[in-house]
């Protein structure tokens, strides 16, 4: 059974730094060959992929809305991904969910991943 949680989110004023947590669980090291990533979501709009990173090459895809200002990184002995945010603008506030698969490819779309943290609140200020 997979599991991913999230930690990290918070309030920031514009121009600040956040950074994401989200640790994985129920997979060991031998089938730790993923595809996994950051979504955000505001009420009434689709989720939107962020960043998606591979495990095993570390290649990773942005969104070009926050390309040169949010950088994914992970962790793979402690099976954890991060973001890394810079430069928060208010138009990142959302709910921003962790997700993981076994894609085959880096997508940022929603539905090709099944699994999916719980979510942690951004919330940008002007």
């Known amino acids: 059974q997979v599991q991913l949680v999230e930690s990290g989110g918070g309030s920031v004023q514009a121009g600040g730094s956040l950074r994401l947590s989200c640790v994985a669980s129920g997979y060991t090291y031998s089938n730790f060959d993923i595809y996994w990533g950051w979504f955000r979501q505001t009420p009434g709009k689709e989720r939107e992929g962020v960043a998606i990173v591979y495990t095993q090459s570390g290649t990773t895809r942005y969104a070009d809305s926050v390309k040169g200002r949010f950088t994914i990184s992970q962790d793979n002995a402690k099976n954890t991904l991060y973001l890394q945010m810079n430069s928060l603008k208010p138009e990142d506030t959302a709910m921003y969910y962790c997700?993981?698969?076994?894609?085959?490819?880096?997508?940022?779309?929603?539905?090709?991943?099944?699994?999916w943290g719980q979510g942690t609140q951004v919330t940008v200020s002007s």
């Open positions: 997700a993981a698969d076994k894609t085959g490819q880096l997508s940022l779309s929603r539905q090709d991943y099944r699994y």
